[in-house]
């Protein structure tokens, strides 16, 4: 990322740009790689319009999940949540990243996140009754 770059110096050296390059085709292309080699996994989850609201912050593979699902009708249940499935890194950073959400949706699977998400929430529940 750009905002990793701590110093650049000019070494005076130059680049020829190949004739056919297609800057914004690379650029498309190269995000896809990237984000095809980051997830690793899926999770189901059900969530509220707030839930997924704040679903989309956490990345754009997450947010087009939420899209489409929201654009296909979703399943809704009785309290208006959408049944939805989104890309994860692994279940560890999906239990940081989900955390954002708060009560706002719920984990259906996979099961190890379902009971990370649950060992995260008794922790919390314990530190705050103190």
Request: hydrophobic share 40%; charged share 35%.
């Amino acid at each position: 990322k750009v905002v990793n770059i701590l110093v650049a110096k000019d070494t005076g050296e130059r680049f020829r740009r190949p004739a056919r390059f297609d800057l914004p085709s690379h650029w498309s292309e190269s995000i896809e790689r990237f984000q095809a080699g980051l997830h690793h996994g899926t999770a189901t989850l059900r969530a509220s319009a707030k839930g997924r609201r704040r679903l989309r912050d956490i990345s754009d593979a997450v947010s087009q999940a939420v899209e489409r699902a929201e654009e296909k009708g979703g399943e809704r249940d009785r309290e208006a949540w959408i049944t939805l499935t989104i890309p994860i890194e692994s279940v560890e950073h999906a239990a940081f990243e989900l955390l954002r959400v708060g009560a706002e949706c719920e984990v259906l699977e996979p099961r190890e996140l379902r009971k990370r998400m649950a060992e995260v929430a008794s922790r919390m529940t314990q530190l705050y009754r103190r």
